[in-house]
């Protein structure tokens, strides 16, 4: 069964750093394109970043600067580094697989993990 599991969410004032973890199974994703979204209350889900399987990264304009994402191939997990979080970048974020940056076209989904910014 093949499984993404995100952990790491929490909650952390304004100016602090998270780093969420996507621990997959029943399969390697080490060729995968990884990605991570997010959506708030009331929102869209809306793509935060993503990684390729040769390293190549994107990110969206309002992450920039401050998130990172990896992986590390061997523990099939990828990671992504929050720092200098505001309060809009609470939501619930999610872990995907998937060849585009659009949410409809991702192949599995995590459950997802809570991040909350308070000011």
């Known amino acids: 069964q093949v499984q993404l599991v995100e952990s790491g969410g929490g909650l952390v004032q304004a100016g602090g750093s998270l780093r969420l973890s996507c621990a997959a199974s029943?399969?390697?994703?080490?060729?995968?394109?990884m990605h991570w979204f997010r959506q708030a209350p009331g929102k869209e889900r809306e793509s935060v970043a993503g990684?390729?399987?040769?390293?190549?990264?994107y990110y969206a304009d309002s992450v920039k600067g401050r998130f990172t994402i990896s992986r590390d191939n061997a523990k099939n997990t990828v990671y992504l580094q929050m720092n200098s979080l505001k309060p809009e970048d609470t939501a619930v974020y999610y872990c995907?697989?998937?060849?585009?940056?659009?949410?409809?076209?991702?192949?599995?989904w995590g459950k997802g993990t809570l991040v909350t910014v308070s000011s």
């Open positions: 995907a697989a998937g060849s585009t940056r659009q949410a409809n076209g991702m192949d599995y």
């Open positions: 029943g399969r390697s994703f080490s060729k995968d394109v």
């Open positions: 990684i390729s399987a040769n390293g190549n990264t």
